[in-house]
């Protein structure tokens, strides 16, 4: 993936995300085969890199290393050489950053996502362990994207960066817009500016956002030279607030209003 960030406007799609169900959506995908089509989609569709979580039996967010080989087989198959697949460590209260850690030594997949405040806490720094899997993402290649939810966390990690602290020279980030806003508040696509301002623009950056201002944040975060991530994770519908069909309706809008661009 990393050679992707130097490509104008990577398109990441994130199908399902940790916490929605079939009852949320039809179309999200909460089996293998289920993403498996899904990712084939989106990838005709303009996607170039899916992010992934795995479900287990009931539908809820999964760590399990065997399981996850099975979904990247699947996936894989599907996609073949159109996708970069990154595989989502998110802890959803679950899991430790032991076990999140562990999980991602036992797969060595080709890139992660990684959130700071859940690997050493908000405003923390990591301990040695924290440290040695760091420093073993770059000894290994896999590709990490860190997930970075306010503006303090974008400070506070390139005030870690400085330091030494995290490792890769042009480390991937990932703004998270709208994810706790109170209730009948709405994401705008200005308050990306506030992240710009804390960001160090050496390191590139992509951005997700939550409910039916997605795709107007994401057109202007690449207006803005970033990559984008879109998908059920983050919203179910679309821009005029219309229930979107499936995830590759939405990626399809992105690449259309990209395209537009120019």
Not at 129 to 154: C, D, H, K, M
Not at 224 to 236: A, I, K, Q, T, Y
């Amino acid at each position: 993936m990393a050679g992707d960030l130097d490509r104008p406007c990577l398109v990441m799609v994130a199908p399902n995300g940790a916490r929605r169900r079939h009852a949320d959506h039809p179309a999200l995908p909460v089996t293998a085969e289920e993403l498996a089509r899904d990712a084939a989609a989106c990838a005709a569709a303009g996607a170039t890199a899916l992010h992934m979580h795995l479900r287990d039996e009931e539908e809820r967010h999964s760590l399990d290393p065997d399981r996850a080989r099975v979904w990247l087989a699947r996936v894989r198959q599907a996609v073949g050489s159109r996708m970069a697949i990154q595989l989502t460590t998110e802890a959803v209260g679950r899991y430790t950053p032991a076990e999140q850690m562990a999980f991602v030594r036992a797969l060595r997949p080709e890139a992660v996502s990684l959130a700071p405040r859940e690997l050493f806490g908000d405003g923390d720094e990591p301990d040695a362990e924290v440290r040695a899997f760091l420093a073993w993402l770059v000894e290994t290649g896999i590709s990490p994207q860190y997930i970075l939810y306010t503006p303090e966390e974008v400070r506070h990690f390139h005030a870690l960066r400085a330091r030494g602290v995290i490792p890769q020279a042009r480390p991937f980030v990932l703004f998270v817009l709208g994810r706790y806003l109170e209730a009948g508040q709405r994401v705008s696509p200005t308050s990306l500016c506030a992240y710009l301002a804390a960001h160090d623009p050496a390191c590139p950056w992509a951005v997700c956002a939550f409910g039916r201002e997605e795709t107007a944040c994401l057109l202007a975060a690449a207006a803005m030279g970033g990559h984008v991530r879109v998908g059920f994770e983050n919203s179910l519908v679309n821009g005029d607030g219309s229930p979107a069909r499936d995830n590759a309706q939405r990626v399809a809008t992105i690449v259309e209003g990209l395209g537009l661009m120019g």
